[in-house]
């Protein structure tokens, strides 16, 4: 499949809300700046890349991002986020209803906070910001 940027024949996305609300394969978003994206559940992965000032909302097996400066991504991640050569990322927990079953993606694993830096600086390159759902989520399985 070709990149979001590819098929849509376009060098870059600025200033733009991409909305890609259907069950997807890859996603794939290049040199994009000050956007709002939101993908429906993807069986695979999102990889992100070269992308500055971005909000991304999205549900799927893999996220990575390479090359990007101050993102913050809404995520619900079967498998352990990755970042690389990428600052100022936040991660907060995708409270978002969604059927997840259509993409074989399963509602009872979601590692959107245990993210793997594969950047080689010791200096801290994201952020898990924790919202009061999530404290509850975790309070809730930590008594149980």
Same mark, same amino acid.
């Given at each position: ?47 992100? #890349? =070269? &992308?500055? *000032? $971005?909000? +991304? %909302? ?7 991002? #390479? =090359? &990007?400066? *101050? $993102?913050? +991504? %809404? ?15 936040? %991660? ?15 509602? %009872? ?36």
């Amino acid at each position: 499949k070709k990149s979001l940027i590819e098929s849509n024949n376009r060098k870059s996305f600025q200033e733009c809300c991409i909305l890609l609300l259907d069950y997807l394969a890859t996603v794939n978003v290049d040199d994009c700046e000050e956007c709002l994206i939101v993908t429906g559940p993807c069986r695979g992965s999102v990889f992100i #890349r =070269d &992308c500055k *000032n $971005i909000t +991304v %909302f999205t549900i799927s097996q893999q996220f990575r991002s #390479r =090359d &990007c400066i *101050n $993102i913050d +991504v %809404f995520l619900f991640c079967t498998t352990k986020p990755i970042i690389e050569s990428s600052k100022l990322m936040r %991660f907060r927990s995708l409270t978002l209803s969604y059927d997840k079953v259509e993409a074989s993606l399963s509602p %009872f694993i979601n590692n959107w906070n245990n993210v793997h830096d594969f950047t080689p600086d010791d200096v801290p390159n994201f952020e898990i910001c924790i919202t009061v759902s999530s404290q509850l989520i975790l309070y809730f399985f930590t008594y149980i």
